[in-house]
């Protein structure tokens, strides 16, 4: 009863975080004038949006497909895997943080996994936050070195991310010998946690990086890759010229931010950053806008994925 009520409170408060950005972000909006941005979207790139959505699809069902049999030990068709991935994307509508793919445990507890649903859950997690993080901190760096950066919290992001970045690879590199020192300096509390305890979790998610890493790590670059390249797209559709770099610098921060579990479906925060990182591109209203639009790759997402939600919601 706690943990649910913990759930419910979350759940507003994450509203209430988007609700209250949203309303900073829009209150002195000109409607009419988002409005008229919004038909002059052109007709071409709105058509290549909708086809990007084919290889996210099929990149992140590929990983999520190999994972399974490479880690859990079960082999599934291609099309059962599409429909847990794209199924799950409709609940990253309600659940904060874009942490839809949660759903899939009770989908896939009648499989005879090796590890349970869980950890791979939380292993796919591990890689889209890695994912996105290294490919902003690379286009980070690119940015600062062709443009006149003057943004000290641009430098100081760029810091924390290769500083991010270099204490993960030591920490996988030295993992064994963490793990050990660990378990015999606080081995009599341990000794007290349950098998689900954070500690044990995770050190079976990281357990698992051992074989294939840089492959599920390539996928999942190429996945966000793409991602990246739907905020591109959505520029085009509003007539915005900006270089790839500075699409995909400022669109990685922009997911970064939506993907705290402090809102809902990043909505607010992704909103904010676009508004403020772009904002000598375009006018107010249309930056607006392509936030706006922004939200339609987890709609669009979404819907796709409904059918198959209920498909194995019902075979659970």
């Given amino acids: 009863m706690k943990d649910q009520l913990k759930k419910y409170i979350k759940l507003f408060l994450s509203i209430l975080l988007s609700g209250v950005i949203l309303w900073l972000i829009y209150r002195k909006m000109d409607f009419v004038q988002l409005a008229a941005t919004f038909r002059q979207i052109r007709l071409l790139p709105a058509l290549v949006f909708l086809l990007s959505f084919i290889p996210q699809f099929f990149l992140a069902t590929v990983r999520w497909k190999v994972m399974v049999r490479r880690i859990g030990g079960v082999t599934q068709t291609f099309y059962k895997s599409f429909q847990q991935v794209v199924g799950s994307y409709s609940a990253n509508l309600v659940i904060p943080g874009k942490m839809g793919e949660f759903v899939r445990i009770p989908w896939m507890r009648k499989l005879p ?30 940015y600062i070195m062709l443009t006149d950066n003057n943004l000290s919290i641009l430098n100081l992001i760029t810091l924390i991310l290769g500083l991010f970045i270099m204490t993960v690879v030591l920490l996988y590199y030295f993992r064994k010998g963490i793990s050990s020192w660990i378990e015999k300096r606080f081995k009599g509390y341990l000794n007290k946690k349950s098998g689900d305890f954070f500690y044990f979790r995770w050190k079976q998610v990281i357990g ?23 905020f591109f797209i959505i520029f085009w559709m509003f007539g915005i010229r900006i270089s790839l770099v500075n699409v995909y610098t400022g669109c990685f921060l922009a997911l970064l931010a939506g993907a705290l579990p402090v809102s809902i479906a990043g909505l607010g925060p992704r909103d904010a950053v676009i508004i403020t990182f772009f904002k000598g591109a375009a006018s107010y209203a249309t930056l607006a806008g392509v936030g706006l639009m922004s939200l339609f790759r987890i709609i669009i997402a979404a819907l796709v994925g409904l059918p198959f939600f209920f498909i194995q919601t019902k075979e659970s």
């Fill in 113 to 142: 996994l090796n590890t349970p649903v869980l950890i791979l859950v939380m292993l796919e997690k591990s890689l889209d936050l890695l994912a996105v993080i290294m490919n902003l901190f690379i286009f980070l760096v690119v």
């Fill in 208 to 230: 698992h990086f051992d074989q294939h890493i840089q492959w599920y790590l390539l996928i999942s670059i190429l996945l966000w890759l793409v991602q990246g390249f739907e």
